[in-house]
C-alpha cells in the first residue's frame, strides 16, 4: 500500500533498519539519565540544528505530540492574551484548547485564499501577549509564507508561535520570524507517530522565566531545565527520539528538502490544474507546499478514494469543512518520486472512466 496521507504519513524505508538497530544498540533499556541516553540526545540536538539550519540560542524540546505544545504555550508563556489567526481546522481547535486555559484566549478567522490585513490589526497585535499561527493549515491545504511572518515580526515585539506540524522538516524556516516553532514527527520527518518537536527563542525562554510557571509536569522551565542536561523530565519515548536522531544523520540540509519539495509542489499544482479535477485553494500565493487539497463532487470523491485503495493508493481524506468535497495529497520527504507517478498515473486513467 502506498499512503499519501497526510498524517500520519510514510515513513523513510530507511526507519526499518534504523528499529534493528535501536533494539540491538540496547538504547531501549536505557535509563533516560543514563550517560549513554544523555549522549544519544546530545548527537540528536547537534544533528537538528545543523540540518534544519537553527540559530544559536534556539533549544529544542520533545513532547508527546504538537497537540501537548498547546498547553505548553498555554500555561507558560501567556499571562493573561493571546491572538489566534487561522483560516483551518487545526488553527481554530489550538485557539478553542488554549480558550480553555486562558479565558482572553482571542480568534481572527481569515478566508483561506487571502492572508490576514496587517494594517488593520494594530489594536490586536499589541493587546496580545502571544500570537499564534498555523504555518501549513493540514485540512485545507493553505500556508502562512515567510514573508508574512517576516511582516507580523517587524510590527510587533510580542511572542510568535508557530504550528509547522505539517511543513517542519520538508520546509526551510526563517526561524527568527518566530519565537515558539512545534511539530510532530509523522509527516515531514518520516517517523512514526509519538513524538513531538518543540524549538524556543531566547526571547520565549525569557518570557517563560518572567512568568514562572512551575506548576505542571510539562512547564516550559522545567522541560527546559532537563533537557538543558540532555536528559528528559519524564520517561521520555525513547525509540522515537532514537530514529528522529538516524533520520536526521540520513537526510539532506532543509535547503535542499525545500527545493526538492517546492519542485514537487508546483509539478502538483501544474499536474491538478491540466486535469479534470479542481484545486481547494484558488489562490497560488497560499497553497501549501506540503499538502495538496484537491476538491470535487461528494460522489466522485468517495468513488475516487474506493478505487484508489483497490488500487494499493490511500489518498488522505478532507478534513472538517471539506471533509466530503476534498482528498488531500500528501507531498513530503519520505515519498519516492516513483510513487508520486503511480498516483499520477492513476489520477489520469480514473479521469477518463469516471
Known sequence: MITFYPGPSKIYPQVE??????????????????DVFMAMLENVFRQMHLKLGLPAGYEIYFTSSATECWEIVAQSLIRCRSLHLYNGAFGKKWHEYTHRICSEARPYEFDMN????????SAELEEAEVICLTHSETSNGTIVPMSFLRSLRERTDQIIAIDATSSMGGVAMDWEAADVW?????????????????IVSPR???RAEEIGCRNHYNSLLYIRENFQKHQSPHTPNTLGIYLLGRVMEQVAPIQELNAQTEARAEDWYRFIEKSRYS?????PAVRSTTVVAVEGTKEEIKSLKKEALEAGIMLGSGYGTWKETTFRIANFPAIEAVEIDRLKDFLRKYSKTY
Not at 487571502?114 to 490589526?121: C, G, Q, R
Not at 512545534?182 to 518543540?198: D, E, I, N, R, W
Not at 484545486?279 to 489562490?283: A, D, I, K, S, Y
Open 182 to 198: 512545534y511539530a510532530s514527527v509523522q509527516k515531514c520527518f518520516g517517523l512514526p507517530p509519538g513524538l513531538g518537536v518543540m
Open 204 to 206: 520565549a525562554i525569557q
Open 17 to 34: 533498519q534504523y528499529l534493528a538497530e535501536a533494539y540491538q544498540s540496547g538504547i531501549l533499556s536505557m535509563n533516560h539519565r543514563s
Open 279 to 283: 484545486l481547494l485553494v484558488r489562490e
Open 114 to 121: 487571502e492572508l490576514p490585513a496587517l494594517d488593520s490589526m
